[in-house]
């Protein structure tokens, strides 16, 4: 039987197996896909490690940047890690003064340019479409390739990865044994649910309701392209976070449990980020549906994506690419959810990070270290059971 039990394969869910297979524990990681389909598949890949705003937050964010810069070197292969300039993107009619007060507690205060200055630094934004930007200090990782260099340093300390879908979690008494799937029950002393957005699901089949939420997630990827994109580009005033802080007050707790509601009208950030390869993804379009599985018409959203990016970004707008969607957990304070569930001291939640990048590799550590006796603050405030 082995110690840990992880279920879900992307960021979250392989670096904590990575980093408990290092410390010791022996780990079965159980994803769904063997391709990717959660937030891991569709995100950025940004890491703002300037936006802690706090002493707890500017700790992680340093720790974080630190780490994701000596990952590529200790698994032995690319995360494609580099660092970038970001740049966010302000409306015509915004007050800059008001935007900057926005980010007037982050770690790196931002550097206000003008429309021309702004154009200067990336020729692709459109400069009669913009108030100008905010400059910012960040870097960037290519998520599929932090996966499969994780996946592959795992498997070689002697993790095991099975592809299978969990059907249920097995619960005796106040103890998680294990997990169902249709090849069969797999036991192990303690489980990490690590299924991103759809923890949730997952956890509410065994009557298990933390307060963890979900958006799903709208872009577009291109084939590589002949166009240079030298920034990452996103908006100042993100409207997702605002999506996220006014569909978590607890009267709307039970509608989570209840498939069939939209709990506002859909956003889009309009923003964009080219790979290595010359690919570049450009949304995102945001909605708050409860049911994880629900339907979306394709075209119009498509259209709504390339509408609002048109505008600042007509080039990248206009490019051929394929609509993709997935789920992107969240909590209601914008810290994640690390630590074992009210009533089953074996079963821990790992997920609800709003920047997975900057916390997911430092926090992994400090868990699987955590787990070995030795006291951490900040895994201790990071517990579900915050929100009891």
């Not at 008001?98 to 154009?119: G, K, M, N």
């Amino acid at each position: 039987m082995h110690d840990w039990l992880v279920v879900g394969g992307g960021i979250t869910g392989i670096s904590l197996s990575y980093e408990l297979q290092k410390s010791g524990f022996s780990v079965l990681l159980v994803e769904q896909h063997q391709q990717l389909q959660g937030g891991s598949s569709l995100g950025y890949g940004g890491i703002s490690y300037w936006s802690g705003t706090n002493p707890m937050t500017q700790q992680l964010c340093q720790e974080g940047i630190k780490r994701q810069r000596e990952l590529s070197h200790e698994l032995s292969e690319s995360t494609e890690f580099r660092e970038l300039d970001l740049l966010l993107t302000l409306e015509p009619e915004a007050n800059p003064q008001d935007i900057l007060h926005q980010y007037a507690d982050c770690a790196i205060a931002p550097v206000l340019l003008s429309p021309q200055e702004s154009v200067e630094r990336e020729p692709l934004l459109d400069i009669n479409n913009i108030g100008g930007a905010l400059l910012l200090p960040h870097a960037h990782i290519n998520l599929d390739s932090f996966v499969k260099a994780h996946s592959r340093a795992f498997q070689k300390l002697g993790g095991e990865i099975l592809y299978v879908k969990v059907n249920n979690l097995k619960i005796e008494s106040d103890r998680v044994t294990g997990i169902t799937t249709n090849q069969g029950d797999f036991t192990a002393s303690n489980v990490a649910v690590c299924a991103g957005g759809l923890s949730r699901a997952l956890l509410k089949v065994s009557d298990l309701h933390p307060r963890i939420y979900f958006t799903h997630a709208e872009a577009i990827d291109t084939e590589p392209v002949d166009l240079e994109l030298r920034s990452m580009i996103m908006p100042a005033d993100t409207k997702r976070y605002a999506l996220e802080g006014k569909t978590t007050d607890i009267e709307k707790e039970p509608l989570w449990d209840e498939a069939g509601h939209e709990l506002l009208p859909a956003s889009v950030d309009a923003g964009a980020i080219q790979f290595s390869d010359r690919r570049i993804r450009f949304g995102q379009l945001s909605r708050v549906l409860t049911d994880p599985h629900a339907a979306i018409d394709p075209k119009q959203s498509e259209a709504d994506i390339r509408t609002s990016v048109h505008k600042i970004l007509p080039k990248i707008g206009d490019l051929k690419g394929t609509w993709r969607k997935c789920l992107v957990a969240f909590s209601n304070d914008n810290l994640p959810l690390v630590g074992a569930l009210h009533g089953y001291e074996n079963l821990h939640l790992f997920s609800g990070f709003t920047s997975p990048t900057v916390y997911v590799p430092t926090l992994s550590q400090r868990f699987a270290n955590y787990l070995k006796g030795n006291s951490d603050e900040i895994i201790s405030r990071l517990s579900p059971n915050r929100f009891l």
